[in-house]
């Protein structure tokens, strides 16, 4: 496994694999079950796998967890080797000595759900995206439907600006308690672990409720009675089309319903599919 730090080293590390199907796994480091869930897809996709590890500044807001990310290199770099990842990139820094002078946005669709707290976080990610993408020049790139929002994004980025590459998205790996793995859940203290478990446990009940007929209006209303009961004032609870992420009134095969709340200080987003078992083995 090779470990480049540079847009040039990783080119010319690249350049005699062309030809072979690349694919990119873009992740931030401090690697769990998640993250590697995205890696044997990539393995099973593609010929040569590329793990990207960068803590993007871009995507932080002014008074967000930038500084105290978590960074284990060392036991990533070790993670991706038990893998067969066949090139870790780590740059140090991607931008311009005085910050992003070019960025991108998706107008309609970046200023939502978590665009509402994050306003210029889907901005970040898309402009680092597109570097990923400009230097490694992937085939394929996976991302994790844990982050629906940013895949969603993603796809739109690739679709509008003719990029000529798959995306494809990779279910959610939760803890045995349903918890959705995230770096950030290494913030939480004890009681906070347990309050997270509200989150993906309400997404389930309301999902129940609307597929045993119950109406949406009430079954969320329902959901957010249990959110309030165990102190849990969500930033959004919603369904919304999953493709292009505007409000249904109605369920569909494409409706999706999204949370993301505070847990103490940390921010936790989940979300979940409404179709029927007999519709996803469609
Ligand atoms: P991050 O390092 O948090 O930026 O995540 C890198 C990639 O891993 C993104 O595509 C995430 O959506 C994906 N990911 C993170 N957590 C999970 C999870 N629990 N299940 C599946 N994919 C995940």
């Not at 993603?154 to 590459?165: A, E, N």
């Not at 919603?238 to 992420?245: H, V």
Request: aromatic share 6%.
């Amino acid at each position: 496994m090779n470990i480049s730090q540079t847009p040039e080293k990783i080119r010319a590390l690249i350049a005699p694999l062309r030809g072979q199907r690349i694919a990119l796994v873009p992740t931030m480091g401090c690697l769990h079950a998640g993250h590697i869930s995205l890696i044997r897809k990539a393995k099973y996709l593609a010929d040569v796998v590329v793990v990207s590890i960068y803590v993007n500044p871009l995507q932080f807001g002014e008074n967000e967890d930038f500084n105290q990310y978590p960074k284990t290199f060392e036991k990533d770099a070790e993670i991706c080797k038990n893998e067969g990842v066949d090139v870790i990139f780590h740059p140090e820094n991607l931008y311009p000595e005085n910050g992003a002078r070019v960025t991108l946005k998706v107008s309609d669709m970046s200023n939502m759900l978590c665009g509402i707290a994050r306003p210029s976080h889907f901005d970040g990610v898309l402009t680092v995206v597109n570097m990923l993408f400009n230097i490694i020049q992937p085939n394929i790139a996976i991302f994790g439907e844990k982050d629906w929002q940013q895949l969603a994004i993603i796809r739109r980025m690739v679709s509008d600006l003719h990029m000529p590459i798959e995306i494809v998205g990779s279910e959610i790996i939760r803890e045995t308690d349903g918890l959705a793995m995230s770096s950030r859940n290494r913030y939480l203290n004890p009681s906070e672990r347990q309050q997270s478990l509200v989150l993906s446990e309400v997404i389930r009940l309301i999902k129940n409720n609307i597929q045993q007929g119950e109406k949406t209006t009430k079954s969320i209303n329902l959901g957010m009675d249990n959110l309030k009961k165990h102190d849990i004032s969500p930033d959004y609870l919603e369904i919304r089309n999953e493709i292009t992420l505007q409000p249904e009134n109605t369920i569909t095969p494409q409706s999706r319903m999204f949370i993301a709340a505070k847990i103490g200080k940390t921010r936790l987003i989940d979300n979940i599919s409404l179709k029927t078992e007999s519709e996803n083995t469609l």
